[in-house]
């Protein structure tokens, strides 16, 4: 039997995420797996996801316990958005530095078989369009701000152009930096769903 560690984040997120890690568990317990929920953790040691702040001390504390998860789990199971926490991240580097398999919720797909195209588009798919809409919409409110501050019209396909050239400088100084490749094949995904969008 599999150990799998859930991890994903929680702070800022209505009821501290609970639901999704709670869901998860339940889905990974129906596959056979011996499940490691942080969150379930969290409420015996009496946090209220309705009420409860995390303090210092309590996420200091909730810190040990959680790397000491990891550290017991055979895998790391990542729900949606973990990149986005500051401890999720922590507990991911802990794996990958113990060489423990990493699997993407609810797809359970390993982490290290994602191609850059693969991380761009879960980048510019849900999450992205959930925190700030379509492309054309996000990139339209941009074009607006960029043509007042330079004085011309500026377009949501130029902008995603702008971008991918922001990429590419980075690159110049760290070819082999993987999140910035990944994110040229994103704003090129969303340079598509742009001219898609514009040409309905």
């Known amino acids: 039997m599999t150990t799998v560690y859930v991890c994903g984040p929680m702070r800022g997120l209505p009821q501290l995420n609970h639901p ?16 490691i929920n942080p969150a379930r ?3 015996v040691l009496g946090l209220d996801p309705h009420n409860s702040q995390m303090d210092d001390k309590f996420i200091e504390e909730a810190a040990r316990r959680d790397i000491d998860a990891v550290f017991e789990c055979d895998e790391l199971v990542l729900l949606p958005k973990w990149e986005k926490s500051k401890g999720a991240r922590a507990e991911v580097a802990v794996a990958q530095w113990l060489e423990k398999p990493l699997r993407l919720y609810p797809s359970m797909v390993k982490l290290e078989k994602e191609d850059v195209c693969d991380i761009a588009k879960r980048l510019t798919s849900y999450d992205r369009q959930t925190d700030y809409g379509s492309p054309i919409e996000d990139f339209t409110k941009q074009a607006k701000m960029w ?9 949501p396909q130029q902008i995603a152009m702008c971008m991918i050239a922001v990429k590419l400088s980075r690159l110049t100084n760290s070819p082999r930096h993987r999140d910035s490749v990944a994110d040229i094949c994103g704003y090129a995904r969303c340079l598509d769903l742009c001219n898609q969008a514009t040409s309905l």
């Open 20 to 35: 999704a890690f709670f869901e998860a568990e339940e889905t990974l317990l129906k596959a056979g797996h011996k499940v």
């Open 41 to 43: 953790m969290d409420q």
């Open 147 to 155: 043509g007042a501050i330079l004085g011309v019209n500026v377009t």
